[in-house]
């Protein structure tokens, strides 16, 4: 069975907006878990969606990007962003350290999250009948779940700040290279969009995900077929 446009839209809600909170609710763990309380304190370390959403980054981008890729039936990477976990790093018992931890808590979240959405989608065909709605729905929304947390760990991996991967190479590299990294952070967000519209963000995004989503796909031990029936 065929799901329409609406329906694929309300299966990618709790997949994307657990993406993107915990994603940020992982920073802030671990930071406190290295000396820095102040996500904690200031009571963003709750897993209500809500308290993290962002009107344009949580809600309207990824919708628009999904309408976009379904409409041109292409494959268009899908990202966002919540309320940024507020971190700060001098407060962390080893600053320069401490941040590549930090940094990589977020995409690690998300590949996990990856992982337990490839489970939820392989194990639709135990809790409903093959072909249902129920099933279909479960499938799309562990699919979705697979894409959006593959994405953002993809993309938040690209060395450039305010990415995670900008913050690791800060972390990793000597400090006076690390300070021209960090000198690129005002920037970061136009280059992202430059990339993204140029189409050269697609060039260095799909090759990964392709290889790490085939690995997730097969895992759930769906049918491929039954996925290109699904999304045609």
């Not at 370390?45 to 962002?54: A, F, Q, T």
């Not at 009107?55 to 919540?82: E, H, N, R």
């Not at 006076?176 to 960090?182: C, N």
Request: no cysteine; glycine share 12%.
């Amino acid at each position: 069975m065929d799901l329409n446009l609406v329906q694929i839209a309300v299966a990618a809600v709790v997949p994307v907006l657990f993406a993107i909170t915990l994603h940020e609710v992982a920073h802030g763990w671990v930071a406190r878990y290295f000396g820095d309380d102040t996500a904690f304190v200031m009571g963003r370390l709750s897993l209500n969606p809500i308290k993290h959403v962002d009107p344009v980054g949580t809600v309207a981008l990824p919708a628009g990007l999904l309408v976009l890729g379904y409409v041109t039936g292409s494959l268009i990477p899908i990202f966002g962003w919540a309320k940024p976990v507020p971190v700060q790093f001098g407060n962390l018992r080893k600053p320069k350290q401490d941040m590549i931890w930090v940094a990589l808590a977020g995409p690690g979240t998300n590949l996990g999250m990856a992982v337990f959405w490839a489970l939820i989608a392989g194990g639709s065909g135990v809790l409903f009948p093959s072909g249902s709605l129920a099933f279909t729905f479960l499938v799309v929304m562990g699919v979705i779940g697979i894409y959006i947390n593959l994405i953002l760990m993809i993309l938040n991996l690209l060395p450039l700040p305010p990415l995670d991967g900008g913050r690791v190479a800060v972390g990793l590299l000597p400090q006076g290279a690390s300070r021209w990294v960090s000198y690129l952070e005002p920037f970061g967000l136009p280059i992202l969009l430059i990339l993204l519209f140029t189409g050269a963000l697609g060039t260095i995004l799909v090759p990964p995900f392709l290889f790490l989503f085939g690995l997730l796909f097969g895992f759930s031990g769906l049918d491929p077929d039954l996925l290109r029936g699904i999304f045609g």
